[in-house]
Structure formats: structure tokens, C-alpha cells
């Protein structure tokens, strides 16, 4: 397969050679899965009979995206972001992309931000079209593994990410979606949209539940909420108390008051060594947007 790419020295040039290509960030009007553009329009578009139209989404997306190497520096990510400056495209199949940023060596991230209204929408996952944007990007330039991340445009800016690898299977239908497109294109006529239920069963690894359904865990997880503050206060005041007598023993190893004996002697512990292992860590959290409406319910 060849891969050729550009450099971007001015928006003229790189919409002209998108007006040639079916793109990723495109690729999802072919399986009627995008949220802006319909197949209709995307033939406008290829046509030079319409342009992109701008919109709130976009917009915030252009302001926001400086902010994602900050972001990833400061969730402890191991990744180098690089603004990626390059045009990409496959000639023998007339699809292209323009990735956001490089990640490390062999790695790409595609940016997105989402309303906190949209995020709730979503259920908590991005839609199929971003998945299909970063799996597309990673196939026309060649990269192994591929992050899409989602900032919420709320209160801290939270960064949601989900990791997109190679998918050979997914990367064959989006071809063969891409032919079916050019090859109606050519012929003057609008090809028949692509179901996306195939492709979404390929790239749903089945690791997110929608649990919006169940009645039991909204309780359950408020008094979980409840309890781990009022355990956090005690922990903390129990550290404030130790520390108080810590410094009242000075140097000395024994203690007495009446109705109590103390001790705080030196012990010496063996080394040991962990071994290495994977585990699951359950992390639960308020959603930025539910937190903030508490926080001005309780002021």
C-alpha cells in the first residue's frame, strides 16, 4: 500500500487536495454514522459545490486542541504530543486525513471536545464516527496505535481516552466502503450508503457498558460516595491526632497517662519484593458537570 503526505503551508492548498479524497474525518457519511455530514453532502463537497460549514462544535475544537499536550502532560499520559503539520492520503484508494497529533514514535491522537450535554448523550462513549476517524488515519498513515480523546467542555476540562489499535478487519471495510463511494462518484450517481452495524460490531470490543438502565446503582453508588468522604475525614483527622503524639513523645520509645500506655519504638522491617502483576482498579467518579450543580445547589 502507498502512503505519500504533504506539508501544510496554506489552508487553499489542503482543502484543494481534500476535494480529492474521501477523509477520514469524513469517512463516516459513507455508513450514514456522521454527526454534520450526509452522503449528499459529502458528494457537494467532493464536487466543489459546497464547503465545510463551520460550526460550535468545530469552532470549540479549533480554540481547545493547544490544550491536549497540557492535558495529557497532566493525567500522567506517556506519550510526546506533536502538532502534526502533514497532509496524508492513499492515491490507489483516494482517501486521506490530517492527523492532530503525533504520539511518540509510532502513535497518533485524534482531538475532540464535547458539550457536557453532548458527553451525557453519548452515554459516556464517543460515537462510532470518531472511532472510525482514528481507525481511517491510522490506516492512510501507516501509525500502529491511535488514541481518541475527548475533552469535556466543563469545569477542569476532564480528558476522556479510549485507545483505538489496528483493527486489519475494520480497515478492509473502509475500503471496501471507500471503493463502493469513488466508483459510484465517478459514474455521476450517489452510492448507496454502507451499513454500520457490521463495522460497529468489529470495533466494539464489548469493554463499556451503558448502565443507564439500572435502578439500583444510582443508589448505590450516592451512599458509596457518602461513605468514602466520611472515611476520608475520619483518615485524615486520625493522621492530625498521631501527629500531635508523635511530637509529644520527642525521643522517648514509652508513655503513660492514666486509663492509657503508649508505645512508639523503632521497629525494623525485611525487605521484600513485590512481583510485578496486572490488576483492575475500580475508580468511581461524579461526573464534572453533576459535581459542579451540588457544589452551587450547596453554596
Not at 454514522?33 to 479549533?62: I, K
Not at 481547545?64 to 510526546?80: H, M, Q, S, T
Request: proline share 6%; charged share 25%; glycine share 6%.
Amino acid at each position: 500500500m502507498i502512503h505519500e503526505h504533504r506539508e501544510i503551508t496554506t489552508t487553499g492548498d489542503w482543502l484543494r487536495w481534500r476535494r480529492a479524497h474521501v477523509t477520514a474525518s469524513r469517512v463516516a457519511a459513507l455508513f450514514d454514522a456522521h454527526p454534520y455530514l450526509t452522503r449528499a453532502g459529502l458528494q457537494a463537497e467532493l464536487l466543489g459545490l459546497a464547503g465545510e460549514v463551520p460550526n460550535s462544535a468545530m469552532r470549540a475544537g479549533n480554540i481547545l486542541e493547544g490544550g491536549f499536550p497540557a492535558a495529557v502532560r497532566i493525567d500522567g499520559k506517556p506519550w510526546n504530543l506533536v502538532k502534526s503539520t502533514t497532509y496524508h492520503w492513499l492515491p490507489e484508494h483516494r482517501l486521506g486525513c490530517t492527523p492532530d497529533f503525533w504520539a511518540n514514535d509510532d502513535g497518533l491522537l485524534q482531538a475532540k471536545t464535547a458539550s457536557p450535554q453532548q458527553w451525557e448523550a453519548w452515554h459516556g462513549h464517543p460515537p462510532l464516527a470518531y472511532t472510525l476517524q482514528t481507525l481511517c488515519e491510522l490506516l492512510v498513515t501507516g501509525r500502529q496505535w491511535g488514541v481518541l480523546a475527548v475533552m469535556i467542555r466543563s469545569g477542569g476540562y476532564p480528558v476522556h481516552y479510549y485507545d483505538v489499535p489496528r483493527h486489519p478487519a475494520a480497515e478492509e471495510r473502509i475500503l471496501d466502503a471507500v471503493a463502493q463511494w469513488w466508483q459510484a462518484f465517478d459514474l455521476g450517481a450517489l452510492a448507496a450508503p454502507v451499513s454500520p452495524e457490521d463495522i460497529e460490531a468489529l470495533v466494539d470490543d464489548g469493554t463499556h457498558l451503558d448502565l443507564s438502565g439500572d435502578n439500583e446503582l444510582p443508589v448505590l453508588l450516592a451512599e458509596r460516595e457518602a461513605l468514602k468522604a466520611t472515611h476520608s475525614d475520619a483518615e485524615r483527622r486520625l493522621k492530625e491526632i498521631d501527629t500531635a503524639i508523635k511530637m509529644v513523645f520527642g525521643q522517648a520509645r514509652t508513655a503513660w497517662l492514666p486509663g492509657w500506655a503508649m508505645t512508639y519504638a523503632t521497629q525494623h522491617r525485611k525487605e521484600s519484593v513485590i512481583p510485578a502483576k496486572d490488576i483492575r482498579v475500580l475508580r468511581v467518579k461524579r461526573s464534572r458537570e453533576e459535581a459542579d450543580a451540588l457544589e452551587e445547589t450547596d453554596a
